[in-house]
């Protein structure tokens, strides 16, 4: 059945002639010929949709939809008004019905607004309980997620909050390692204090350096005042050292002297300046292979890396994905004064396919593209990007009828190795735990079989 509908309306005969066409049509009706009986009907049974006459004896159409849709504004009501009747009609709409049809009255046109009405009913309802699954997901500060890494992730912070101990955040791109390191500090008792950021891939080395530690007037060219550095205008806060794997070979010594002593000279000064500061780094880079390939001082990974937080990947977080699409339609239809309540199930079964590379920063950017140009009330499959429109997951498969098609082994844990690589966005140490090997066997297995790690994450 594609719906159970109720029927009010004073007329008997047209009660029962309406009820036997919608049940040969595939519905479910129930009728009634009191308005007041509709009424109480409808607030206590389950019914999908109802039909009510606009000119009934005891309780006319009107009042009818403004007591039903004040007590059930779930269940949408379809009126039946006479030809001429539009104002009437209109009236009715705004009192709370859904739609109207004039008589007299087509089967096949009953049967598209019913669908039409049962339908908005069933994406009210999906959007009623995603904003419920977003209401009782976990939260840790900005941070939203009710998958099982994010509450493992969760708890990790809550126990990590309270320390002073520096942190190394490791996550892919956009998966939300600066949010990471906002709750940290929100929950820590530093919360008062200053958080500074700053992005050690974002300036030339000279300029970092001055930007880090500060310079005293003169030090160079255009140095035409003093500047305390980060590390001071966070002391008693955080700082934040984002993209640390980025940092300049020439300026890692200097930052570990800093961090060792707790103090650091201005560029050009003569004078340290002690401070006290948390430090937090994030890096999307694999820093132990970074170290092992002197590419990364080792001494310094290990002064930074004292509490390490490793953040999932949207691909990795399940159902999450649907959750934040739907904090972020509800974030930008606000924000743009745009009707959109959320997504058709064909477009949410498409964000799940999606592999998410951006992760986060790439599905808020996809909804807010979604709610500026969608025509609809919900974010439909045309609204979004090709790539996720388009996107066909890598399988691997080695199906064949003939044996001598098959793949040899090397072949196959070649192939395999470059599907893990790009799953965990070429984070060799992530890669190694998956497929079991130590670090120096899979460092052998990638130039046995020539695989970047890079190439494999852009593949």
């Given at each position: 059945?594609?719906?159970?509908?109720?029927?009010?309306?004073?007329?008997?005969?047209?009660c029962e002639m309406l009820a036997a066409d919608l049940e040969d049509?595939?519905?479910?009706?129930?009728w009634t010929t009191s308005p007041k009986e509709g009424l109480e009907?409808?607030?206590?049974?389950?019914?999908?949709?109802?039909?009510?006459?606009?000119?009934?004896?005891?309780?006319?159409?009107?009042?009818?939809?403004?007591?039903?849709?004040?007590?059930?504004?779930?269940?949408?009501?379809?009126?039946?008004?006479?030809?001429?009747?539009?104002?009437?009609?209109?009236?009715?709409?705004?009192?709370?019905?859904?739609?109207?049809?004039?008589?007299?009255?087509?089967?096949?046109?009953?049967?598209?607004?019913?669908?039409?009405?049962?339908?908005?009913?069933?994406?009210?309802?999906?959007?009623?309980?995603?904003?419920?699954?977003?209401?009782?997901?976990?939260?840790?500060?900005?941070?939203?997620?009710?998958?099982?890494?994010?509450?493992?992730?969760?708890?990790?912070?809550?126990?990590?909050?309270?320390?002073?101990?520096?942190?190394?955040?490791?996550?892919?791109?956009?998966?939300?390692?600066?949010?990471?390191?906002?709750?940290?500090?929100?929950?820590?008792?530093?919360?008062?204090?200053?958080?500074?950021?700053?992005?050690?891939?974002?300036?030339?080395?000279?300029?970092?350096?001055?930007?880090?530690?500060?310079?005293?007037?003169?030090?160079?060219?255009?140095?035409?005042?003093?500047?305390?550095?980060?590390?001071?205008?966070?002391?008693?806060?955080?700082?934040?050292?984002?993209?640390?794997?980025?940092?300049?070979?020439?300026?890692?010594?200097?930052?570990?002297?800093?961090?060792?002593?707790?103090?650091?000279?201005?560029?050009?000064?003569?004078?340290?300046?002690?401070?006290?500061?948390?430090?937090?780094?994030?890096?999307?880079?694999?820093?132990?292979?970074?170290?092992?390939?002197?590419?990364?001082?080792?001494?310094?990974?290990?002064?930074?890396?004292?509490?390490?937080?490793?953040?999932?990947?949207?691909?990795?977080?399940?159902?999450?994905?649907?959750?934040?699409?739907?904090?972020?339609?509800?974030?930008?239809?606000?924000?743009?004064?745009?009707?959109?309540?959320?997504?058709?199930?064909?477009?949410?079964?498409?964000?799940?396919?999606?592999?998410?590379?951006?992760?986060?920063?790439?599905?808020?950017?996809?909804?807010e593209r979604a709610i500026i140009l969608t025509e609809h009330d919900?974010?439909?499959?045309?609204?979004?990007?090709?790539?996720?429109?388009?996107?066909?997951?890598?399988?691997?498969?080695?199906?064949?009828?003939?044996?001598?098609?098959?793949?040899?082994?090397?072949?196959?844990?070649?192939?395999?190795?470059?599907?893990?690589?790009?799953?965990?966005?070429?984070?060799?140490?992530?890669?190694?735990?998956?497929?079991?090997?130590?670090?120096?066997?899979?460092?052998?297995?990638?130039?046995?079989?020539?695989?970047?790690?890079?190439?494999?994450?852009?593949?």
């Open positions: 059945m594609k719906g159970r509908v109720l029927i009010v309306d004073d007329d008997h005969s047209f049509a595939a519905y479910e009706p129930a009907r409808a607030l206590s049974e389950e019914f999908d949709a109802v039909i009510t006459d606009l000119n009934m004896h005891g309780l006319n159409g009107i009042d009818f939809c403004h007591r039903l849709s004040q007590n059930r504004p779930d269940l949408p009501v379809i009126v039946i008004t006479g030809f001429g009747s539009m104002e009437t009609a209109v009236a009715a709409i705004r009192a709370g019905a859904y739609d109207f049809i004039t008589k007299p009255l087509e089967t096949e046109a009953v049967a598209l607004a019913l669908d039409r009405a049962i339908q908005h009913r069933s994406l009210r309802g999906e959007v009623k309980r995603l904003r419920e699954a977003v209401r009782l997901s976990q939260e840790f500060e900005e941070m939203l997620g009710a998958s099982a890494p994010m509450k493992r992730l969760f708890q990790v912070l809550d126990k990590v909050a309270g320390s002073n101990a520096g942190v190394l955040i490791a996550g892919e791109t956009g998966s939300g390692k600066e949010l990471v390191a906002h709750a940290l500090h929100r929950r820590s008792p530093r919360a008062k204090r200053p958080f500074v950021a700053v992005n050690c891939a974002a300036m030339p080395p000279h300029l970092l350096e001055s930007e880090l530690f500060g310079h005293v007037r003169g030090a160079f060219t255009d140095a035409k005042a003093a500047h305390p550095g980060l590390f001071v205008q966070s002391d008693g806060g955080t700082l934040f050292l984002d993209e640390i794997g980025e940092l300049p070979m020439e300026l890692q010594p200097k930052l570990l002297r800093v961090l060792e002593e707790g103090c650091v000279r201005p560029v050009g000064g003569t004078t340290e300046v002690a401070f006290d500061v948390r430090i937090m780094a994030a890096t999307n880079r694999d820093l132990e292979a970074a170290a092992e390939e002197h590419r990364f001082r080792e001494d310094l990974l290990f002064r930074i890396n004292v509490i390490q937080i490793s953040v999932p990947a949207l691909r990795a977080r399940g159902n999450d994905v649907l959750l934040l699409a739907q904090h972020f339609v509800d974030e930008y239809a606000a924000r743009l004064g745009r009707p959109v309540t959320g997504l058709t199930s064909t477009a949410a079964d498409k964000l799940m396919r999606y592999a998410w590379p951006g992760n986060v920063r790439e599905l808020r950017n996809c909804i919900k974010i439909v499959v045309e609204d979004l990007p090709d790539r996720v429109r388009d996107y066909r997951r890598a399988e691997l498969s080695f199906e064949s009828s003939d044996g001598a098609e098959l793949p040899p082994m090397d072949e196959v844990e070649k192939r395999y190795i470059e599907r893990v690589l790009h799953e965990v966005g070429g984070n060799k140490a992530q890669a190694a735990r998956i497929l079991g090997y130590d670090r120096k066997r899979l460092y052998r297995k990638l130039k046995r079989y020539d695989i970047s790690a890079d190439e494999a994450h852009r593949g």
